[in-house]
């Protein structure tokens, strides 16, 4: 069902023109913008890295390892999702892998910066793309599966997101989440990514379940990793502030054996996980939550 932002009443129309208000969301590049005001500039991200972003990661080992296990993930706990929502989707990297997994679901995408979507269309061209504020989200009970993949981060206010990803979700349906994990990690490298916090497992969970979600999965993952995450963000920690640094103050520009190497041991984590074994710690923090199936009594 969609969601009028503007009055707070649900309506089917085909098209977006709210029957109750007779609001409809503007355009901007092509793309519906639900929150104009945030379309170019706010303080959740840089704008300017999504170039950068779409040329390392279809190649970058991180990029591709994080894809995998979402993908390996999704498959497991969601059975032929009919509508599938990725919030936050950037260029559009995670959605193409979303689109591999699951080939029939219908696909739905947003971003708060429209200047990503032109990337995503690219990538996933049948997919229904709109630029949000994820605070706002215009959809009620609609989606089988919504995903946030380094998202909740961006956001200050992560539990209004939360708690519009539970009304956005069908009954039975649920959410997949990843997020940068363990606050002693911080570093350079999240001041740069305009990161709010880094989870803890504990306050993910909580924070789901006080939104009404039952957690189904929990894993850490750039696990076997993570002594040289330590390493790296300690060398880079007097790195400067141009683009160029700050691409290689977040890992992204890094030589191709290296890539190469570091890839391979992703490769012996993604086993362990395949095989059901959960990391207690990690870069990364993945959960999986379902919204409970609403019974009515008598």
């Keep these: 069902m969609k969601f009028c932002t503007h009055c707070q009443c649900s309506f089917s129309n085909q098209d977006w ?42 190649v970058h080992f991180w990029f591709v390892s994080r894809n995998q296990i979402l993908g390996e993930t999704l498959r497991k706990h969601f059975t032929a999702p009919d509508k599938v929502l990725e919030i936050g989707c950037g260029t559009g990297f995670v959605l193409s892998g979303v689109r591999k997994v699951f080939p029939q679901a ?37 989606f089988d599966l919504i ?23 069908k009954s039975g349906g649920g959410v997949a989440l990843s ?3 363990h606050r002693w990690m911080w570093s350079r490298m999240d001041d740069f990514a305009h990161h709010k916090r880094r989870y803890t497992r504990s306050e993910l969970i909580a ?11 929990a894993t850490s993952f750039i696990s076997l990793l993570l002594p040289l995450m330590l390493a790296a963000r300690l060398l880079r920690k007097h790195a400067d502030t141009e683009m160029k640094d700050q691409m290689e103050a977040a890992g992204l520009c890094i030589g191709k054996l290296t890539n190469k190497i ?37």
């Design 17 to 58: 023109r709210c029957t109750h208000c007779d609001y409809s969301p503007s355009e901007r590049d092509g793309f519906l913008t639900f929150a104009p005001q945030l379309a170019t500039q706010n303080d959740g991200f840089n704008p300017r890295f999504f170039q950068l972003m779409a040329e390392v990661e279809s």
């Design 106 to 142: 219908e696909l739905s995408a947003s971003d708060i910066f429209t200047e990503g979507l032109g990337y995503a269309a690219q990538r996933v061209p049948d997919a229904f793309l709109f630029q949000m504020d994820a605070r706002y989200i215009p959809f009620r009970d609609e």
């Design 147 to 169: 995903g946030a993949f380094d998202v909740l981060e961006h956001i200050e206010d992560d539990e209004s997101v939360l708690a519009q990803l539970y009304l956005a979700c």
């Design 179 to 181: 997020v940068p994990q």
């Design 207 to 217: 924070k789901l379940e006080r939104a009404g979600f039952r957690i189904e999965y």
């Design 262 to 298: 570091l890839n391979m041991v992703m490769r012996v984590e993604r086993s362990l996980l395949y095989i059901g074994l959960r990391f207690p710690f990690g870069g990364s923090l993945l959960v999986v939550a379902r919204k409970p199936v609403h019974v009515e009594r008598n």
